[in-house]
């Protein structure tokens, strides 16, 4: 069955330095990945969204790989700021039906002053 | 913020009762999903409804059921509740595309079974 796996310890970073996130997937090739935000008691943001073809892709300070051959993407915070303290998560389409979308346990990130 | 809104915010319920959580869909948006997230877990899909027509599931027993309303609005309602039920509930509303769409979330409905 599929699985996905993220950093399951918290990442703390000096405010100002890159944060990088690290999403492994296992089974099976997605046609595409998603990134999203999730702060304390509140429902996900999506943030970025990167398709099989595409290699890497950029949203202002955000950047996420994507690696079919290694079944990895990263996600990229540059010039990181305590205000991007929360939860990421990533999320794929299912195998066996698109629609069920398939997400991580997250990776939480602090930013520290 | 999305457009999307979910009622009520919190629950707390008895186990054995009924529950029927609500959502309404981002303007323009035909799809909705619904995911169960325990503390400290992603969120886990549930099934999604397009054009009022279920569109997959996941690996949730009979009880947990929906409908979607010509309005794009949905519910999802859970019988016999089971401890194991206390989590929070999310919706997300999308445009179905081709080759991935994205998905607006609902701030979540807390439901608490004691």
């Known amino acids: 069955s599929q699985k996905i796996e993220q950093n399951s310890e918290a990442l703390n970073i000096q405010e100002g330095k890159t944060a990088t996130l690290t999403c492994n997937y296992t089974?099976?090739?997605?046609?595409?990945l998603q990134w999203y935000r999730q702060d304390p008691g509140r429902g996900p943001v999506f943030l970025l969204l990167i398709r099989e073809n595409e290699k890497e892709k950029r949203k202002e300070r955000l950047k996420v790989t994507f690696d079919t051959t290694l079944k990895q993407s990263l996600f990229h915070i540059t010039a990181s700021q305590p205000a991007d303290s929360a939860t990421y998560l990533c999320a794929l389409p299912g195998y066996s039906s698109a629609s069920k979308i398939i997400f991580g346990s997250g990776t939480r990130l602090s930013i520290r002053p | 913020e999305t457009g999307v809104t979910q009622s009520p915010t919190h629950l707390i319920k008895t186990r054995g009762q009924q529950v029927t959580l609500r959502c309404s869909s981002q303007?323009?948006?035909?799809?909705v999903s619904w995911y169960q997230q325990a503390l400290g877990q992603g969120p886990q899909f549930i099934f999604q409804y397009y054009r009022e027509e279920e569109n997959g599931r996941g690996n949730f027993p009979p009880r947990f059921s929906g409908l979607q309303f010509p309005n794009y609005s949905s519910e999802l309602n859970v019988n016999a509740l089971e401890l194991d039920d206390s989590a929070l509930y999310l919706c997300?509303?999308?445009?179905?595309?081709?080759?991935?769409?994205?998905?607006?979330f609902g701030p979540g409905t807390r439901l608490t079974v004691t």
């Open positions: 303007s323009g948006h035909n799809t």
């Open positions: 089974n099976y090739s997605p046609a595409y």
């Open positions: 997300a509303s999308s445009l179905e595309l081709a080759g991935g769409p994205e998905q607006y």
